[in-house]
T-cell receptor, first 113, second 117 residues
Framework: DGGITQSPKYLFRKEGQNVTLSCEQN?????MYWYRQDPGQGLRLIYY???????QKGDIAEGYSVSREKKESFPLTVTSAQKNPTAFYLC????????????FGSGTRLTVV | GNSVTQMEGPVTLSEEAFLTINCTYT??????LFWYVQYPGEGLQLLLK?????DKGSNKGFEATYRKETTSFHLEKGSVQVSDSAVYFC????????????????FGQGTILTVHP
């Protein structure tokens, strides 16, 4: 079945360390997105990519980095520059058309210890 | 720019009660409108959508009608169940011709729904 896979589901990181969250899709979608969600909060856009080898900053890109070397993959690195990284991270993909909407992964919960 | 405003929550109902979650929007162009649902600890799932004025999206007993004259897309369900407890997000997708954000969704803040037996 086609879908979007995020791994790991739970991740623990020590302060000062970089960590990379995986996002893979086999839906042949052009566009991919990373969101951050804090408890009881809405979604905040970190980065998005509409084609391979191109990506744009979202509303809260500071302290994060991404790459889009393959259509299927859009990994997110949370760097040590991100001051408050503990959150729930959601990856999504889309055909890039207005009437289609997104398909979401099941999320990664990152905790800094 | 585009924006979505949802009614503030949390919303608490008894089982079999009628549900309305209000959603209004501001957009350039002709948006498509969506409702997503998020169960605890999970990602968002598409609940329903409508792509033009007067369209009604429906799924699992939920309905929403695209009202262009009032720029609204309110979510309704006639009889809620405990299993409907979740966070509900309204979203829109609208692009001016040739825009670089084609297909990018703008989300509301989400409304927490709790249904008690």
């Amino acid at each position: 079945d086609g879908g979007i896979t995020q791994s790991p589901k739970y991740l623990f990181r020590k302060e000062g360390q970089n960590v990379t969250l995986s996002c893979e899709q086999n839906l042949n979608h052009d566009a991919m997105y990373w969101y951050r969600q804090d408890p009881g909060q809405g979604l905040r856009l970190i980065y998005y990519s509409q084609i391979v080898n191109d990506f744009q900053k979202g509303d809260i890109a500071e302290g994060y980095s991404v790459s889009r070397e393959k259509k299927e993959s859009f990994p997110l690195t949370v760097t040590s520059a991100q001051k408050n990284p503990t959150a729930f991270y959601l990856c999504a993909s889309s055909m890039g058309r207005d009437n289609y909407g997104y398909t979401f992964g099941s999320g990664t919960r990152l905790t800094v210890v | 720019g585009n924006s979505v405003t949802q009614m503030e929550g949390p919303v608490t109902l008894s089982e079999e009660a009628f549900l309305t979650i209000n959603c209004t929007y501001t957009a350039t162009g002709y948006p498509s409108l969506f409702w997503y649902v998020q169960y605890p600890g999970e990602g968002l799932q598409l609940l329903l959508k409508a792509t033009k004025a007067d369209d009604k999206g429906s799924n699992k007993g939920f309905e929403a009608t695209y009202r262009k004259e009032t720029t609204s897309f309110h979510l309704e369900k006639g009889s809620v169940q405990v299993s409907d407890s979740a966070v509900y997000f309204c979203a829109l997708s609208a692009t001016m011709g040739g825009g670089t954000s084609y297909g990018k969704l703008t989300f509301g803040q989400g409304t927490i729904l709790t249904v008690h037996p």
